[in-house]
Every structure is written in C-alpha cells, then in structure tokens.
C-alpha cells in the first residue's frame, strides 16, 4: 500500500437503522383472521427461509423456480456485473504497488556533425537500448485509497443487485404461477357458466314456442350468454401471457417450453410467516444494502475530489544500457540511470476542481436522501403487505360465507324442483349465481396467495439462506448462498 498519510474526505459510517418497533401504527398483526380453515401466524423477529416459495407445497413450482435461477439471462447479466465489478476492484488495487516497464529498442541512424557546427562528413551507425523504470506513486492524502474504497463499494452495490434481481425473479415466477393457475379455474368454472346459460336460453325458447314465455326473455339470456361468451377469449389470453412469460423467466422461447398445469387448488397457503424486526430489515433487503452501498460511493468520491485539490507526490526511476553494438551492451560504458522524485500541485485550475468537490458534495446529500427513500418505501411495503393479508382474510370470508349461502339456496331450489314446487329454470338461475360466487371465491383466493408472496418480497427473502434449488443452478446462485463471493 502506498505510504500512509491521512485520507481526506469522511469516513464511512453506515447509516443507523431506524428505532421504530413494527411497520405499522397500530401495533403489527400476529395473526390474520380465520380464513377457509386457515390462518396466517406472523412470528415476530422470525428468520424468513431462504427458500420461501416452497412453503406453497407445490413441487411444480419448485421446478420451474429451479429452471428460472438456472436460465434467466437478467440474473446471469446481473451475476456478470458481479464479476466486471470484482475484476475493476483488483485492477483498482494495482495503484498502490509500484508500477515496473521495461523496454529493448533496436534503431539504425545517421548523426550529421553539422547539426553541432562540424565539417565532418555524417556517419552511420547501429543504436541498441534496454532499460527498465519504475515509478511510485505517493498516496500522501488518500484519493487512491478513496477511489479504491469507491470500487470495493460498487462490488457491494452488483451483489446486492444481484440478490434483489434473483429475489425479483423468484417472486415473479410465483406470482405468475398462482395467476396461470387461477385463470384456469377461471376458465373451468366460466365454460361451466356458459354450458347454464345456454341451457336457460333453450327453456326460455321452449317457453317461448309453447306461449309460456316472452320473446324478451329469450333475447335478455342471449344477451348475458354473449357476454359471458366474450369473457371467455379475454381469460384464455390471460392465461397465454402468463404461460408464455413463465417461458421467457425460464430462459426459454414460449414454443420450446410447456408450462405446468398447476391448479390452484394445489397450492397451499404459507401460515406461519416469520418477520423480522425492523432493524433486521435494512440489514437484509437487497435494495436497502444497494443504497447503502451507492451512499457509500458517493462517500469515497468526495473523498477523490478532495485529494484532486491537493499536491501528489510520485517517485521514480530507471536504469538501463545503450551502445551501437549489441555485444557491448552489458558493459559498464553504456550503463545510463536516473532517480527523482516529483511533487505536482494544482495552481489554477478555472475553479473547476473546487466545483468538482462541490457536485461530490451534493452527490453525497442526494444518495443520502435516496438511502432514506428506499428505507422509507421498503418499511410501507411491508406494511401494505401485512394489512393486505389481513383484508385478503377478511374479504375471503366474505366470498366463502357468500358461496355458502348461494351453494344453500341452490341446494333448496333442487329440492323444491324435485317436489314440484320450483321451476327448472330456478334451477339454472340458482346454479349461474352459484358460478358467480365461486368465481368472485377464486380470485379473492388468488389475491390472497400473491398478497403473501409480496409479502416474502418486502422482507427481503433471506438471499443468503438460500440453498442450492436443483442440479445445475447458476454459479450465481452457488456461491451467493453459500457467500463466496
């Protein structure tokens, strides 16, 4: 390391983690209410399990995890910005060791004696060179420390990115699962919704024939048919989307990978969810320790701008030979050499090294002002999230108690359709409305299992107790979990 001298420019300080005790105002939830036979435990200070996606208990989604980590060309760009960061540091680190060239020459020249007032006639003759030299520079006030500790921060700022991108990613793959999923039972319960209504418009045609009904009726059920029928195309491309985007998370064309037929019915929702205390939280979200790691940049920075208004100090020298002739090369005659030292200082510089200082400065104050956004915005996420599942519990007790009163009155209606006191079309009246309840069941249910998803997200997903997720995972995801890098 160059000669030790102070460093100028602040020293770094991490940022101190907020003194708040939950994430919301009122005191944070440790259990959602009761939903279809299920809660949600928060278990307060918990340790969130680095693979989080398989409390959901489906193997399927296991697998297609393992396929993203191992193919998603955004976490392999993510993974080779780790490694340009890393390579940048190491060659960064070569300034505080002295810099050794070497150099042979070999020329042919003429020297002309007029040139020093001579008669004599020009002569020819053969030039052989071969010195080494060797310089050192002084890092008298720290500004190659500083730009060293610049680059060691922006190999923080790559793997933290890199840990929020696989986080990103296995949460998108979750999330669009449970939405292919849901589509499909959307599609079930609708084609079962069309196959009723066109049996409702050809009672009422009946009706109609037999002068029992009014031709309004029949255009009324065609028109709700229709509708229902338009639906359908609008699901089915839903459903196509999120196949094809699981494809490209994958790493894949969507015409060279099937995506699994996950029903929503298997996937399983997480209860015991642990969260971690706020204080844990900015020493765990990815993006929290990138805009830490950004502060910390923008600290060494000012620290370089600082040094540039100061003098710097360099040592060097050479030694080497020189003759006409290469067998007297090595010969004492033509040994040359040199030592100095040099001390340059800015004088006048326009005012531009005094302004550089004070953008350096200003840079500073803004990456401390993001670092306190990205806090911010992460506490409110996790906070959304938790009141989110408490609602989500809410409104699906609301859905399940409202299929259960229609799955009743339908139940009633066949009753008294089979003791002759309803009509067949009360009958399929009763079993539309049964399809609407459960389709309003089915998307609150999604909602529910995406809701705890984002959830695991907020916390940051605890990249660093991710174990290896299946044969052949990147060598991202290898060494991240088991913190080589």
């Known amino acids: 390391m160059g000669v030790a001298g102070c460093a100028v420019g602040p020293d770094f300080v991490a940022p101190s983690a907020p003194s708040v005790a939950g994430y919301t105002a009122a005191t944070d939830p440790h259990e959602t209410a009761v939903a279809d036979g299920q809660s949600q435990r928060f278990v307060a200070t918990g340790d969130t399990p680095g693979q989080w996606w398989q409390l959901f208990g ?14 998603n060309p955004t976490l392999q760009s993510a993974e080779a910005s780790l490694r340009q960061s890393q390579a940048s540091l190491r060659a960064g680190q070569g300034v505080f060791l002295p810099q050794l060239n070497g150099s042979a020459d070999v020329s042919r020249q003429q020297y002309s004696p007029a040139k020093n007032g001579e008669t004599l006639p020009p002569s ?51 999330n669009t699962l449970v939405a292919a999923a849901a589509y499909r039972a959307e599609i079930d319960v609708t084609s079962d919704m069309i196959a009723t209504m066109r049996e409702q418009v050809r009672v009422a045609e009946i009706q109609y024939q037999t002068g029992t009904g009014p031709y309004t009726a029949i255009l009324d059920l065609r028109g709700q048919l229709s509708a229902t029928e338009a639906d359908m195309p609008t699901i089915r491309q839903r459903l196509d989307q999120a196949n094809d985007l699981l494809a490209s998370l994958t790493g894949h064309v969507p015409a060279e990978w099937s995506a699994p037929q996950t029903k929503l019915a298997e996937l399983n929702l997480p209860t015991d969810i642990p969260v971690s205390l706020p204080s844990e939280l900015v020493a765990r979200r990815p993006d929290i320790l990138a805009a ?19 003098p710097s100090i360099s040592l060097s020298g050479s030694y080497g030979a020189q003759s006409t002739s290469a067998n007297n090369l090595f010969k004492s005659s033509g040994t040359v050499w040199d030592i100095g030292a040099g001390l340059s200082a800015p004088l006048f510089e326009g005012g531009t090294l005094w302004f550089q200082r004070k953008a350096a400065v200003a840079a500073y104050e803004q990456s401390q002002a993001q670092y306190r956004q990205t806090v911010l915005s992460a506490f409110a996420q996790v906070a959304d999230s938790l009141r989110a599942l408490q609602h989500d519990a809410e409104a699906i007790n609301a859905q399940t108690q409202r299929l259960g009163a229609v799955r009743e009155s339908g139940h009633l209606v066949e009753v008294n359709y089979a003791a002759g006191m309803a009509s067949y079309t009360q009958v399929l009246l009763a079993d539309i409305q049964g399809q609407q309840a459960e389709l309003a069941y089915l998307e609150t249910k999604a909602q529910r299992l995406q809701d705890t998803i984002a959830l695991f997200v907020a916390l940051g997903g605890n990249w660093e107790k991710a174990a290896t997720v299946g044969e052949g995972v990147s060598r991202a995801a290898g060494k991240l979990a088991n913190g080589r890098y």
């Open 58 to 71: 489906s193997t399927q989604l296991d697998d297609v995890v393992a396929q993203a980590v191992v193919g």
């Open 124 to 174: 020819i003759f053969n030039l052989f060179t071969l010195s080494a030299s060797v310089s050192y520079a002084l890092d008298v006030f720290g500004g190659e420390r500083r730009t060293v500790e610049g680059l060691r921060a922006a190999v923080d700022v790559q793997r933290d990115t890199l840990n929020a991108t696989y986080i990103t990613l296995t949460a998108n793959v979750a």
């Open 292 to 310: 830490e790691a950004q502060l910390h940049i923008a600290s060494a920075n000012l620290g370089v701008a600082t040094a540039a208004m100061l």
